[in-house]
């Protein structure tokens, strides 16, 4: 009931930016958290940053200082723009959030299909 796009993904060189973007669409009553989740090759998926409906933010200690998390409620859209990548950034990343659907109690749980980024040093 809850389909997460993103875009913005692809090649950059080490010490350049790039912005995700995250749109919800579907049917819903509300979005909670929203947040951004990455995995690199042969690596388990972990949490880079994550905002609250209310913009509490919460980032991973290998992101902070470099990534920033923001949403626009409006329109349902989550973004991470992300600046001085680096190699070990690379990895695919993937939207994820919590919401409340028709016909289900409580937040429902949802992930994007991801976004490939890839930094060469």
């Known amino acids: 009931q809850v389909q997460l796009v993103e875009s913005g993904g692809g090649l950059v060189q080490a010490g350049g930016s790039l912005r995700l973007s995250c749109a919800a669409s579907g049917t819903f009553f509300s979005i909670n958290a929203m947040g951004w989740y990455r995995q690199a090759p042969g690596k388990q998926r972990e949490l880079v940053a994550a905002i609250t409906s209310g913009n509490s933010t919460n980032y991973a200690d290998s992101v902070k200082g470099r990534f920033t998390i923001s949403r626009e409620n409006a329109k349902n859209t989550v973004y991470l723009q992300m600046k001085s990548l680096k190699p070990e950034d690379t990895a695919v990343y993937y939207c994820?959030?919590?919401?409340?659907?028709?016909?289900?109690?409580?937040?429902?749980?949802?992930w994007g299909q991801g976004t490939q980024v890839t930094v060469s040093s």
């Open positions: 994820n959030t919590d919401a409340v659907v028709p016909g289900r109690r409580g937040y429902t749980n949802y």
